[in-house]
Nanobody, 124 residues
Framework: QVQLVESGGGLVQAGGSLRLSCAAS????????IGWFRQAPGKERELVAA????????RYAESVKDRFTISRDNAKNTVYLQMNSLKREDTAVYSC?????????????????WGQGTQVTVST
């Protein structure tokens, strides 16, 4: 069992930065891939970024490449999402998730455990 708690969301102006944290409980954290997903009102949940349990492989949505960076600190059982150059369209609830599947496509169904989410609002 893995429990996930997100933090770091908030209100930021366009062009600004935020760093989201996903703190996990459980001794087996290092055996899970972690994904950050977001969902805006009226839109489907979408993958933002994911990192494998080995920390070797990362994936990003095209819309956030070169702006967002995912990283993990296994000693702290925490995964981070550094978000720079934020745009209004990045406004959404961001959730982290843990799973043990890692394939060519990263899908929400690959993840077994989810956090409650944290709101990110980008103003112009």
């Amino acid at each position: 069992q893995v429990q996930l708690v997100e933090s770091g969301g908030g209100l930021v102006q366009a062009g600004g930065s935020l760093r989201l944290s996903c703190a996990a409980s459980g001794r087996t954290f290092t055996t899970y891939a972690i994904g950050w997903f977001r969902q805006a009102p009226g839109k489907e949940r979408e993958l933002v970024a994911a990192i494998s349990w080995t920390d070797v492989d990362t994936r990003y949505a095209e819309s956030v490449k070169d702006r967002f960076t995912i990283s993990r600190d296994n000693a702290k059982n925490t995964v981070y999402l550094q978000m720079n150059s934020l745009k209004r369209e990045d406004t959404a609830v961001y959730s982290c998730a843990a799973g043990r599947r890692w394939g060519m496509a990263i899908l929400p169904s690959d993840f077994s455990y989810w956090g409650q989410g944290t709101q990110v609002t980008v103003s112009t």
